[in-house]
C-alpha cells in the first residue's frame, strides 16, 4: 500500500453510484452490496503480491525427521487438551527419542561432509560457524598506531607490517652489539675479575 494506490481507491469510492443499496429497501441486502463493492475495489486497488523467501536448508532433515516432527507437534497439541498421564509420559519418552535421533542424524551429516572436504579444517570450522550462528564480519574500522601516525587505509597498515618485520633482523642485531659493549665495558672495569665473569644464559636462570 502506498500513496497512489490510497488514491486510487479513494478515487472509484468516489466515482461510484452505490445505486444496489439506495434501492434496496433490506438492511442485510444494503449490507451485502457495499460489503462486495467496497472489496472489490479494495482488491483492484491492492492486489495482492506473492514473495519467495529464501529459507535455510538443512541437509540432515530427512522426509522421515519430518514426518515425526509433525507426529511430535500433533502429540502435543492432543496432549496440552487432555489431562491423561499415561499420554504425558508417552509424549515425553517420544520427544527425547525423536531429539536423539536428530542429533545422530546431525552427526551423520556433518561427519560426511568433513570426510569428504579436501580442507578438513576450513569445513569444520564452517560447520560451528554455521550451527552457532556466529560468523565474523571484516574489520572495516581498524587503526593502527605507527611512526608515521594513526594508520586506517589497509594497504597503508600492510606496508608498515612489511616494514616492520623487514627491519626487525637489523634492530635484533643492534641490541646484540649494545650487550656485547656492555660486556667488554664491565671487563674492562673489573680487570681482576674479567677471568671468572662469564654471561650465564636464559635458560640456567632460576626464577624464585
Request: net charge positive.
Amino acid at each position: 500500500m502506498d500513496d497512489k494506490s490510497i488514491a486510487n481507491f479513494q478515487s472509484h469510492l468516489r466515482e461510484e453510484a452505490w445505486d444496489s443499496l439506495y434501492n434496496s429497501e433490506d438492511v442485510n441486502e444494503m449490507f451485502n452490496n457495499f460489503h462486495c463493492i467496497h472489496l472489490r475495489h479494495f482488491e483492484n486497488s491492492f492486489p495482492l503480491r506473492y514473495k519467495s523467501y529464501i529459507t535455510k536448508h538443512n541437509g540432515w532433515i530427512t522426509k522421515g525427521l519430518k514426518i515425526s516432527c509433525q507426529r511430535k507437534r500433533d502429540l502435543y497439541f492432543v496432549y496440552r487438551h487432555l489431562n491423561n498421564p499415561k499420554l504425558k509420559e508417552y509424549y515425553k519418552r517420544y520427544c527425547a527419542i525423536l531429539r536423539n535421533v536428530i542429533n545422530l542424524a546431525k552427526k551423520l551429516y556433518y561427519d560426511k561432509q568433513i570426510e569428504l572436504s579436501s580442507n578438513r579444517v576450513k569445513t569444520t570450522w564452517k560447520i560451528i560457524k554455521d550451527i552457532t550462528g556466529k560468523t565474523q564480519s571484516p574489520v572495516t574500522n581498524m587503526k593502527i598506531k605507527s611512526d608515521a601516525g594513526i594508520l586506517t587505509n589497509i594497504n597503508d597498515t600492510a606496508k608498515a607490517f612489511k616494514i616492520y618485520f623487514a627491519n626487525i633482523a637489523e634492530h635484533l642485531n643492534n641490541n646484540s652489539s649494545d650487550v656485547d659493549k656492555a660486556w667488554q665495558s664491565l671487563k674492562r672495569s673489573y680487570p681482576e675479575n674479567s677471568s671468572e665473569m662469564k654471561l650465564i644464559p636464559v635458560t640456567e636462570i632460576e626464577v624464585i
